[in-house]
T-cell receptor
Framework: KQEVTQIPAALSVPEGENLVLNCSFT??????LQWFRQDPGKGLTSLLL?????REQTSGRLNASLDKSSGRSTLYIAASQPGDSATYLC?????????????FGTGTRLTIIP | KAGVTQTPRYLIKTRGQQVTLSCSPI?????VSWYQQTPGQGLQFLFE???????NKGNFPGRFSGRQFSNSRSEMNVSTLELGDSALYLC??????????????FGPGTRLTVL
């Protein structure tokens, strides 16, 4: 079964610290992996997309890595700020013919303590 | 460029009624997907439309249906509402240039409450 797992479910860190969020997936046959953030009661904001042929992507203070062989991705947030507090979701587009869709993890709820 | 818009933002219905939700994708995007988000099940895929054709469908009962119009706008319909249908319904659009680079952009969602 194609699944996506995010551990831990919740994380609190002091402002200014660097942090890493983890995402695991069960099948290396993927098109891409996408990281999103979701604020309470809101929609999803796309942060980064990593294509299967790529190893990492960067946007500002965010850096996402992809290791297909181990089925893992990480989202690195540098110099965290209170505005980074949100739920972070990773989603995988598996290479399943006729059923290409995003399979989501359950998310990591991040709290940055001022 | 305007983002994905969804209407209405909030809905309250009673069991047995039906509801129609609307999604307008980003201009130029041809693919629209729908997801249901609940605290217990997380984000689950409902269906995807591309050029007015349903291309993929998730594991939801037939009460859930959708369509896409020639301008790429999409609607989803839920008939005979049940309490368990209460959820945030999210729409996502993508350009579909190729599968590897198919970034999806989400709207703000429609919060449906079934009483």
């Amino acid at each position: 079964k194609q699944e996506v797992t995010q551990i831990p479910a919740a994380l609190s860190v002091p402002e200014g610290e660097n942090l890493v969020l983890n995402c695991s997936f069960t099948d290396s046959a993927i098109y891409n992996l996408q990281w999103f953030r979701q604020d309470p009661g809101k929609g999803l904001t796309s942060l980064l997309l990593i294509q299967s042929s790529q190893r990492e992507q960067t946007s500002g203070r965010l850096n996402a890595s992809l290791d297909k062989s181990s089925g893992r991705s990480t989202l690195y947030i540098a110099a965290s700020q209170p505005g980074d507090s949100a739920t972070y979701l990773c989603a995988v587009s598996y290479r399943t013919f006729g059923n290409e869709k995003l399979t989501f993890g359950t998310g990591t709820r991040l709290t940055i303590i001022p | 460029k305007a983002g994905v818009t969804q209407t209405p933002r909030y809905l309250i219905k009673t069991r047995g009624q039906q509801v129609t939700l609307s999604c307008s994708p980003i201009s130029g995007h041809r693919s629209v997907s729908w997801y249901q988000q609940t605290p217990g099940q997380g984000l689950q895929f409902l269906f995807e439309y591309f050029s007015e054709t349903q291309r993929n469908k998730g594991n939801f009962p037939g009460r859930f249906s959708g369509r896409q119009f020639s301008n790429s706008r999409s609607e989803m319909n839920v008939s005979t509402l049940e309490l368990g249908d209460s959820a945030l319904y999210l729409c996502a659009s993508s350009p579909w240039s190729n599968r590897e680079n198919n970034e999806q952009f989400f709207g703000p969602g429609t919060r449906l409450t079934v009483l």
